[in-house]
């Protein structure tokens, strides 16, 4: 009976150490919907988690990056298209490392929504060097401008996250505003995803960011703050290797 106890006992604490194994890097990989590292050398932005792969316009390839290398814009439009995975409605987060090579009025850096009429969506941008987010369902908008600006010809790692009651911004890791969260968003299907530039009505060649980007994730979820740190990494980025 001792023997069997013994073993008995030995599979009981495989199976406790088995469950006490988390995936790795604190959940990210299971609220990741899309992720480009965008080091893509030519064609395909690639989306190293689902092959949601974006059609790039005027891309600038194989510039030096936050992490491995990363694209350049300049009227430079990356389209994602519309599918099921991106269409963050109640909750979300946008992480995204840019370095600005030229202020613009109000540069897109991510964007689903309509500018010109009713929008739905989401979209993360600049007005000029401050950082802002919309969140949309077609008749209103939620927002959010950051409490810090950033300046051109530097690095900056940009969170946004939203729960469902509050948007919250985040610059380098650190918390950079708050925004009460009133609506959820939607989707029209004619919107697309897009990067570095957005929608105005008749195309997406408007609004154009200038500069560099790189490391754009995508999560269904809001990131928490130990999930920030660890993308942020104290200035180097976590590779996408690490969380999926």
Same mark, same amino acid.
């Given at each position: 009976? $001792? ?15 088995? $469950?006490?194994?988390?995936? !790795? ?7 990741? @919907? ?9 064609? &395909? ?6 092959? %949601? ?12 990056? $936050? ?7 300049? %009227? ?6 519309? !599918? ?6 109640? $909750? ?13 009025? @109000? !540069? ?70 708050? &925004? ?39 999560? %269904? ?24």
């Amino acid at each position: 009976m $001792k023997f069997r106890t013994i073993i008995f006992s030995a599979v009981l604490l495989t199976t406790a150490c088995q $469950k006490e194994i988390t995936g !790795p890097v604190n959940g990210l990989a299971d609220i990741n @919907v899309l992720y480009a590292k965008l080091d893509d050398v030519s064609g &395909a932005i690639v989306d190293s988690k689902n092959g %949601n792969n974006g059609t790039g316009t005027s891309v600038i390839y194989g510039t030096n990056g $936050k992490l491995n290398t990363a694209i350049s814009a300049n %009227n430079t439009l990356i389209d994602f298209g519309l !599918p099921p995975v991106v269409q963050l409605t109640n $909750k979300g987060s946008i992480s995204v490392w840019i370095n600005q090579t030229t202020s613009g009025s @109000v !540069p897109l850096l991510v964007s689903s929504i309509n500018y010109a009429t009713d929008r739905d969506g989401y979209s993360l941008g600049l007005n000029t060097t401050t950082p802002y987010f919309e969140l949309a369902d077609g008749e209103a908008v939620n927002s959010l401008t950051f409490t810090s600006n950033i300046t051109n010809g530097a690095w900056y790692h940009l969170v946004v996250t939203w729960d469902g009651t509050t948007i919250r911004g985040y610059v380098n890791g650190v918390a950079a505003g708050t &925004a009460s969260q009133t609506l959820n968003a939607t989707h029209n299907t004619g919107l697309h995803l897009t990067l570095c530039e957005g929608y105005n009505g008749t195309d997406y060649f408007h609004f154009p960011y200038n500069g560099i980007m790189d490391e754009f994730g995508l999560f %269904n979820d809001a990131l928490t703050t130990t999930q920030i740190a660890a993308l942020y990494g104290s200035g180097t980025p976590l590779p996408f290797s690490s969380f999926n």
